[in-house]
């Protein structure tokens, strides 16, 4: 039982360039989220999903695209990154909140930065 | 490690102290609240939940209270142990909602 695995852990950008951050639960949750996490903050919700093929906005999505496929899997896309989108991305993973389980379990985090 | 910490308010004690760390929340409405730890470059860890209709629960070593009258909870950790050193946040939600909001987060110091 692994949790909630990131990959990958690391990544350096170039402005403008794409890529996708893979987050994977083995816990069949329901719920799954993506926050970003800058010094001095706590974590900011970018996207997140109530279940396989749903996904809805949260605090801060411009500039993010997310995708769940399958209900173990949220991937997070950044179209043409930017300096202001380095950060360490966290996922997330919960049951459903009115199951009374109000714990989310979160990966390692991905630091990402953007030059 | 996170450079998550520097601008955070720190809040420092002898090992063997209690600790009270304090988080004012926003939203009259939410539910439930919860208390996350965080270490250094690691994804932040469940610590205790409290519903809204509560204000008081405690955990193993952890004590959590909730005033909704002035919209502040604390965390109250016996015995700080030099491996509670790490950034606490608090997190208010709503019941059958999706959005967990985080505040921004408290180091904690523990000194030997």
């Known amino acids: 039982n692994a949790g909630v695995t990131q990959t990958p852990k690391f990544r350096v950008l170039k402005t403008g360039q794409s890529m996708t951050l893979l987050c994977a639960q083995d816990m069949n949750h329901e719920y799954m989220y993506w926050y970003r996490q800058d010094p001095g903050m706590g974590l900011r919700l970018i996207h997140y999903s109530v279940g396989e093929g749903t996904t809805a906005k949260g605090e801060v999505p411009d500039g993010y695209n997310v995708s769940r496929l399958k209900k173990q899997n949220f991937l997070l896309g950044l179209e043409s990154a930017a300096p202001s989108q380095t950060s360490v991305y966290f996922c997330a993973s919960s049951h459903d909140r009115g199951s009374g389980n109000t714990e989310a379990f979160f990966g390692q985090g991905t630091r990402l930065t953007v030059v | 490690g996170e450079s998550v910490g520097l601008h955070l308010p720190t809040l420092s004690v002898q090992e063997g102290d209690n600790s009270i760390i304090n988080c004012a929340y926003s939203n009259s409405a939410s539910d439930y609240f919860i208390w996350y730890k965080q270490e250094s470059g690691k994804g932040p860890q469940f610590i205790i939940d409290?519903?809204?209709?509560?204000d008081k629960r405690q955990g193993q070593r952890v004590t959590v209270l909730l005033n909704k009258t002035v919209k502040h909870l604390s965390l109250q950790i016996a015995a700080t142990q030099p491996g509670d050193s790490a950034v606490y946040f608090c997190a208010e939600g709503v019941e059958y909602g999706n959005k967990l909001v985080f505040g921004a987060g408290t180091i904690l110091r523990v000194k030997s």
């Open positions: 409290i519903r809204s209709n509560m």
